[in-house]
């Protein structure tokens, strides 16, 4: 498993798509599983069949139209069920489903690394490289005046060309932009990093020196 995190507008989305480019990384778009599927309270609890169903069925949904994209999780029912039938009657936590299925959808795309790139998993990067100890994660690093930029003007996207951008993501955009909590959130993300540096499947990428020099960063 490959987890490409940082900041939002910090690269993420570039470097997983070069990553799925390759021979054997299918990437993902955002699954958001940490902050709106996965609780501590659950790490060990064993989920029901109508949970583990629940669950695949937004991340399948997710998966396939993005994060913004229509919900429509009843859809994928039964693929969720498929899933279900493939695992071991002890695999029912919530972090070994999520695992099954980011490898399912590797193999769905006949690759064998999975890698997903939702920028807020860098506040459960621990957490991250306790359940997947082999997994490794790709901390992008972006200068954050460019970021608050970037955030600034991200509204503007339909414009750009983005024409499936969801008007509801413009309003939602513009609103929620504020110099000071982007800046919090920023230093945030830095933190983590700082304190995870040490961890040999943890890796700093600075968006800068990616995008002058990609080939000598990657």
Known sequence: LVFVVGNSRSGTTIMARLLGRTESVHALNELHFFEEQWAPHKISSSLTK???????????????????GKKRPKEFLQEANDILNTLKRDEVDAQTLFQ????????????????????????????????????????????????LLSQKNR????????????????????????????SLLWNSAINVGNVMHKNRN??????????SRPKLIM
Not at 110 to 138: G, M, S, V, W
Request: net charge positive.
């Open 50 to 68: 109508e949970n583990q169903l629940e669950m695949l069925s937004k991340l399948l949904n997710k998966a396939r139209d993005d994060y913004i």
């Open 155 to 182: 509204w503007k996207i339909r414009s750009l060309g983005a024409k499936n951008f969801p008007f509801r993501e413009v309003i939602r955009s513009w609103a929620n932009y504020h110099p000071i909590i982007t």
């Open 100 to 147: 099954k299925f980011l490898l399912y959808e590797a193999a769905l795309n006949n690759k064998h690394i999975a890698c997903e790139q939702t920028p807020r998993n860098i506040f459960y990067a621990k957490e991250i490289l306790t359940y997947y100890p082999d997994a490794k994660i790709i901390n992008m690093v972006r200068d954050p005046r460019a970021i």
């Open 202 to 211: 943890f890796k700093t990428v600075k968006y800068e020196d990616f995008t």
